[in-house]
């Protein structure tokens, strides 16, 4: 999975892709021989083992089974099978933990009496079918599974980069525990319900938006037919890469615009109004149009959430001769290339921790 998301020239530039410059295609095609040998030693154990599953045919049983098969013209062959039983045991795995989670989220359902959460009215919308439409278990868990593929680590970078500008520039994290104080206090940790009282928090996110997107060059298109987009001629079956980093950082468009600065987003301000949310093209960091981040209201909940929790819980200092690295790593999300280490104090009353 961390080989898929590598940054591999030479798929986008094709014709220097049989170079392999960063060795990132011969490292893939040893993974996947691995991976085939292991699976092929798994379809000889289960063979031997035929006999001990007489008339209680399993999954593999019956792929085998459909090899044999050819009404509809098409069967599966040995290389077929292998690459489906790779991609199954890694979505069993991911299925299973989201299993246990729904029947522990059952379990402590007395807890939230009165206080649905996300799960819950999911889960309540299971049984209403006014328009015809439900969603299954199965619907339910593939839900989950995106949230958790398409929406852990494009939140998560963000937070550390932003808490690495706050640190590089301490007013700021000042000015931001301030706002947290003023609006919760410190006896209580903050809720969801707060976000939408301190714009100072939501500027600072819409700056580490702006700055490190976590998808820079969001997600590839691909042209399905020919067409023109501001006078550019976009030739069918093209694959095209939108700059979000540049277009975040470009100069006609922003004031001092290497500079982590959350003021810019506040009332009075030029970029006041500017929303990430895909309609005002200088800030797309969740893309734009019809294939738009379909999480981009939990993404941005998630960014403020996190980042003003630990922002008002904690103080954050660097240890001693610490210097924060801010190279970056490339993949489809851009973390950090060092980790930042930081040291944390706790600045609540004690039970409000609990
Ligand atoms: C800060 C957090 C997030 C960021 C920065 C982010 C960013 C993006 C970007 C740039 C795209 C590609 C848009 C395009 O093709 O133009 C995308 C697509 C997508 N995102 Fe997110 N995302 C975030 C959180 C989430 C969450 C929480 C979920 C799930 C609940 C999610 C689910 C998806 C899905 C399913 C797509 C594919 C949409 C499609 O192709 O129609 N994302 N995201």
């Known amino acids: ?37 292991m699976i092929k030693r798994l379809l000889d154990e289960h063979v031997a083992s035929a006999a001990e599953r007489e008339g209680r045919p399993d999954f593999i049983d019956l792929v085998m089974a459909s090899k044999l098969r050819d009404d509809d013209g098409e069967t599966l062959s040995d290389v077929n099978i292998r690459a489906l039983i790779s991609m199954k045991s890694v979505h069993e795995r991911l299925d299973e933990m989201i299993k246990r989670l729904l029947d522990e989220h059952a379990a402590s359902a007395a807890e939230r009496e009165g206080r649905p959460d996300f799960i819950d009215l999911v889960m309540a919308s299971k049984l209403r079918d006014d328009d015809g439409e439900t969603l299954n278990d199965v619907n339910i868990r593939a839900l989950i599974s995106d949230m958790f593929t398409a929406g852990s680590d494009t939140s998560s970078v963000i937070v550390e980069w932003a808490l690495c500008e706050m640190l590089k520039n301490p007013n700021i994290l000042k000015k931001l525990q301030s706002e947290l104080d003023v609006v919760i206090g410190r006896e209580r940790m ?102 738009v981040c379909v999480g981009k209201q939990a993404g941005m909940i998630f960014v403020q959430y996190f980042l003003g929790v630990l922002v008002h819980a904690f103080d954050w200092q660097l240890p001693e001769g610490e210097k924060i690295d801010m190279k970056e790593t490339p993949g489809v999300v851009v973390p950090k290339a060092v980790p930042l280490k930081a040291m944390v104090s706790p600045r609540l009353i004690p039970c409000a921790y609990v």
């Open 1 to 37: 999975m961390t080989g898929g998301g590598l940054f591999n020239i030479g798929d986008f530039v094709p014709s220097i892709a049989w170079m392999d410059l960063q060795g990132i295609q011969a490292k893939m095609k040893s993974v996947h021989e691995r991976l085939d040998e």
């Open 190 to 291: 903050l809720e969801e319900s707060d976000i939408m009282n301190l714009p100072y928090l939501q500027a600072v996110c819409k700056e580490a938006l702006r700055l490190h997107p976590s998808t820079p060059l969001s997600l590839p298109h691909f042209s399905a037919k020919s067409c023109e987009v501001n006078e550019y001629h976009i030739p069918a079956n093209t694959r095209l890469l939108i700059n979000v980093w540049a277009i975040g950082r470009d100069p006609d468009v922003w004031v001092r615009p290497l500079e982590f600065y959350p003021e810019r987003f506040l009332v009075g301000e030029k970029a006041a109004n500017i929303e990430p949310h895909g309609t005002d093209f200088e800030l797309i960091p969740f893309g734009a149009g019809r294939r």
